[in-house]
Nanobody, 120 residues
Framework: QVQLVESGGGLVQPGGSLRLSCAASGSIKSINVMGWYRQAQGKQRDLVATITSAGSTKYVDSVKGRFAISRDNAKNTVYLQMNSLKPEDTAVYSC??????????????WGQGTQVTVSS
């Protein structure tokens, strides 16, 4: 069984910063891509950023230059550093991982989501 647990959400003023963490645990042989998605109230879930096991990153245009995704492969953890936050960044942020278990089966896993609210 694999589990992803997020932390680090909360309320922040516009222009502020937050750092999200997501730790994967369980029967993990390897983790390929990890990433973050977000879903604002009444809207669809959208990709924010992804990072491969080799460290290659991709970002949605709206967060380029403000957000930074990173990962610690030894800890099976992915991070999202969010700077210069705007009210439109308000959403539930969920982490994602494409994981191979010890049965050599790949599957996608999701965290439970953490609320990020940007408001004065």
């Amino acid at each position: 069984q694999v589990q992803l647990v997020e932390s680090g959400g909360g309320l922040v003023q516009p222009g502020g910063s937050l750092r999200l963490s997501c730790a994967a645990s369980g029967s993990i042989k390897s983790i390929n891509v990890m990433g973050w998605y977000r879903q604002a109230q009444g809207k669809q879930r959208d990709l924010v950023a992804t990072i491969t096991s080799a460290g290659s990153t991709k970002y949605v245009d709206s967060v380029k230059g403000r957000f930074a995704i990173s990962r610690d492969n030894a800890k099976n953890t992915v991070y999202l550093q969010m700077n210069s936050l705007k009210p439109e960044d308000t959403a539930v942020y969920s982490c994602y991982a494409w994981i191979q278990d010890y049965g050599l089966v790949y599957a996608s896993y999701w965290g439970q989501g953490t609320q990020v609210t940007v408001s004065s």
